[in-house]
């Protein structure tokens, strides 16, 4: 509860960029936001990031978070959460060469400090996506918060609401609310 007890503050803290394993991040890391390029038996073989509009120097759990929160369900979070997060330190690693990269300790270090940003942006993001019955409509300048909790509310129905719950408990589940002050 303390960490939603100002979720605008928690979030500037989890942005700041602490050395030395900050990052130039995307800010906006997900799947609508790269393009693929494929082999000749139809499996992807690269990937380009665009849409550089949020681009901030931070965490790469800030990216990392946000990723897989948005692009796995609890299924997939439950069978292969590890595996993900190896395969990420492995890849960096290997593309790295000789610069220094986070191994998979300091990268679980990082989780706990910083997803709450993919916890928070997904909330957000994940009503939007899987809305299906009505057109989106733009958020109001001068909305109060409790009005943009409505307006966010009001999307996804309850396929959204079970999906950011999965979410949640998996977050609790791997204390990562359990950041440091």
């Not at 139809?42 to 931070?58: C, E, F, I, N």
């Not at 270090?109 to 994940?126: D, Q």
């Given at each position: 509860?303390?960490?939603?007890?100002?979720?605008?503050?928690?979030?500037?803290?989890?942005?700041?960029?602490?050395?030395?394993?900050?990052?130039?991040?995307?800010?906006?890391?997900?799947?609508?936001?790269?393009?693929?390029?494929?082999?000749?038996?139809?499996?992807?073989?690269?990937?380009?990031?665009?849409?550089?509009?949020?681009?901030?120097?931070?965490?790469?759990?800030?990216?990392?978070?946000?990723?897989?929160?948005?692009?796995?369900?609890?299924?997939?979070?439950?069978?292969?959460?590890?595996?993900?997060?190896?395969?990420?330190?492995?890849?960096?690693?290997?593309a790295a060469g000789d610069v220094p990269v986070?191994?998979?300790?300091?990268l679980d270090i990082e989780m706990r400090e910083?997803?709450?940003?993919?916890?928070?942006?997904?909330?957000?993001?994940?009503?939007?996506?899987?809305?299906?019955?009505?057109?989106?409509?733009?958020?109001?300048?001068?909305?109060?918060?409790?009005?943009?909790?409505?307006?966010?509310?009001?999307?996804?129905?309850?396929?959204?609401?079970?999906?950011?719950?999965?979410?949640?408990?998996?977050?609790?589940?791997?204390?990562?609310?359990?950041?440091?002050?």
């Amino acid at each position: 509860t303390e960490l939603l007890a100002d979720a605008s503050d928690t979030l500037k803290c989890v942005m700041k960029p602490v050395e030395p394993l900050s990052v130039l991040c995307h800010g906006d890391f997900n799947r609508n936001n790269l393009m693929f390029k494929y082999d000749d038996d139809g499996r992807p073989v690269d990937a380009l990031a665009y849409d550089m509009a949020t681009v901030r120097y931070g965490s790469p759990a800030i990216d990392l978070s946000f990723f897989l929160y948005m692009n796995t369900d609890r299924q997939t979070r439950d069978d292969h959460w590890d595996a993900l997060l190896d395969a990420y330190c492995e890849t960096l690693a290997a593309a790295a060469g000789d610069v220094p990269v986070p191994d998979r300790g300091q990268l679980d270090i990082e989780m706990r400090e910083h997803a709450f940003y993919g916890l928070a942006h997904t909330s957000f993001f994940l009503r939007i996506l899987l809305e299906e019955q009505k057109p989106i409509e733009p958020l109001k300048i001068g909305m109060s918060d409790d009005e943009v909790l409505m307006f966010l509310l009001s999307y996804g129905g309850e396929r959204a609401t079970d999906w950011i719950a999965d979410i949640v408990q998996h977050y609790l589940d791997m204390a990562y609310s359990e950041m440091s002050p």
